[in-house]
């Protein structure tokens, strides 16, 4: 991709490099700490949360998830112990997931090694994607960039 390629090759080229990096994460979280990528996410904004819940509508647009898929998450972490369902007390339709004790614990201790992940991956982003060009990336993400800022 040459500079000024265009933002539609330039988005591309962030995307496909962005499936690469979750992809390799999603692995990654899933042979070290027995949780997929999705799941970990849900528990970082869970975590971060003052009650440490959210209803889980609101769960699913913070991870980008329709609410199929939502409640499918949920279930996951039911399973696992990491996450419990609770209703509203104004509101009985609506359901709140709340992180229990055991997934915090977890997301405390995968923290910083998936940071560092995150970090290996970038910063040797050639030798992980081999089949993506960091300069093309170089340069998409600078086009990008002066979208952002405009």
Known sequence: MTRGAGVTTAWATVAAFAYA???SLDSW???????????????????????KELRVNDLAQRVS??????TRLVSRLEAKGLARRDLCPD???GVYVVITEQGQALTREVREPYEGRIRELLG???????????????DALSEIQTLIGS
Request: hydrophobic content about 35%.
């Open 29 to 51: 979280l899933g042979d070290n700490y027995r949780v997929g990528l999705t799941e970990f996410r849900a528990l970082v904004v869970l975590h971060q949360e003052p009650d």
């Open 65 to 70: 998830l329709n609410p199929s898929s939502a």
């Open 91 to 93: 509101d009985r339709r």
């Open 21 to 23: 990096v979750d992809a």
């Open 124 to 138: 040797e982003a050639p030798t992980h994607f081999r089949h993506l060009d960091a300069r093309q990336l170089r």
